[in-house]
């Protein structure tokens, strides 16, 4: 099924364009968190925008860490790839950042760090 995407102004969503008659499985899998609010490995924060690699990594802004984190196909806690070390304006640091991509090209993460007004 090839998939179209709307984009929303404000705030920023992408909706799938989900044919009426889509059925879902009812056999849900958690593929990332799932225990709790916290900023250990294996938790999330408020999570915002994700992206998700041809590997099926998945690749989360985690807005109240500070951090992108990302999993990988059967991880039981993720590794955080940037940011995590508290809020700031330095490059090691993001202020709630809100989406992230990956640009295979450039081999880099494309960040919306939200706080800092800066990608």
Not at 49 to 73: E, S, Y
Not at 95 to 116: A, F, R, Y
């Amino acid at each position: 099924m090839e998939l179209a995407l709307l984009f929303l102004r404000a705030p920023s969503y992408i909706i799938p364009n989900i044919p009426v008659d889509a059925r879902w499985a009812q056999n849900g899998t958690t593929v990332a968190g799932g225990h709790g609010w916290g900023n250990a490995n294996n938790q999330l924060n408020n999570p915002n925008g994700l992206f998700v690699d041809d590997d099926q990594t998945v690749v989360i802004a985690d807005w109240l860490n500070h951090r992108i984190i990302q999993w990988k196909v059967g991880d039981t806690s993720g590794q955080v790839v940037a940011g995590g070390n508290g809020p700031g304006n330095r490059l090691d640091q993001l202020n709630q950042p809100t989406d992230v991509l990956i640009d295979k090209e450039t081999d880099s993460l494309i960040i919306c760090d939200w706080g800092n007004r800066r990608v």
